[in-house]
Antibody, heavy 121, light 110 residues
Framework: EVQLVESGGGLVQPGRSLRLSCAAS????????MHWVRQAPGKGLEWVSG????????SYADSVKGRFTISRDNAKNSLYLQMNSLRAEDTGFYYC??????????????WGQGTLVTVSS | QSVLTQPPSASGTPGQRVTISCSGS????????VTWYQHLPGTAPKLLVY???QRPSGVPDRFSGSKSGTSASLAISGLQSEDEADYYC???????????FGGGTKLTVL
């Protein structure tokens, strides 16, 4: 059974950093691109970042470019999101999602339950 | 303002057919495939349709997707109370070089 479990969320002050992790099981992480998608309170889904199977292709939403860094460790079956210079508008649930292909496409049929990030003083 | 435009709300009665639209441009829907997701806030989003009109295994055939030009649609037939959720379209945007989502449509089953 495919499972994606996010962790690392919490309450953080504006301007500080947080690192999210996503533990993958039930499939070979190396075979798929991965994504981070978030949802702010009362807002819709917003794609944040995606990374190809070999980390050679990485893409970010304009709203997080220069502040967030996506990475993966296929040997550890893990996906990460390093979030720096956090802002109040970064508050929300963060979901990791498996792509359908190895190259960056769209989030596919497997998503985690999400981890909540709250940016507030 | 989302790159893909969806109506904020839709509604129908049990058994009815409802259609949700998703409007984009030549740099996204017009040049690539569309995916649809169903989401209840606080839970994991669920893939409903990929590659414009393909359903993953386990998704009822009551859900169907279509695409024409720079617009796409999700149709839900035989509406059921458990279909009440938020629905999102998504596509890759060649100009922005990243994934774009629609703003979401809240479906209410009356």
């Amino acid at each position: 059974e495919v499972q994606l479990v996010e962790s690392g969320g919490g309450l953080v002050q504006p301007g500080r950093s947080l690192r999210l992790s996503c533990a993958a099981s039930g499939f070979n992480l190396v075979d798929y691109a991965m994504h981070w998608v978030r949802q702010a309170p009362g807002k819709g889904l917003e794609w944040v970042s995606g990374i190809s199977w070999n980390s050679h292709t990485i893409s970010y939403a304009d709203s997080v470019k220069g502040r967030f860094t996506i990475s993966r460790d296929n040997a550890k079956n893990s996906l990460y999101l390093q979030m720096n210079s956090l802002r109040a508008e970064d508050t929300g649930f963060y979901y990791c999602a498996k792509d359908t292909y190895a190259g960056i496409g769209l989030p596919g049929d497997s998503w985690g339950q999400g981890t909540l990030v709250t940016v507030s003083s | 303002q989302s790159v893909l435009t969806q109506p904020p709300s839709a509604s129908g009665t049990p058994g009815q057919r409802v259609t949700i639209s998703c409007s984009g441009s030549n740099s996204n829907i017009g040049s690539t495939t569309v995916t649809w997701y169903q989401h209840l806030p606080g839970t994991a989003p669920k893939l409903l349709v990929y590659s414009n009109n393909q359903r993953p295994s386990g998704v009822p055939d009551r859900f169907s997707g279509s695409k024409s030009g720079t617009s796409a649609s999700l149709a839900i037939s035989g509406l059921q109370s458990e279909d009440e959720a938020d629905y999102y379209c998504a596509a890759w945007d060649d100009s922005l070089t990243h994934v774009v989502f629609g703003g979401g449509t809240k479906l209410t089953v009356l």
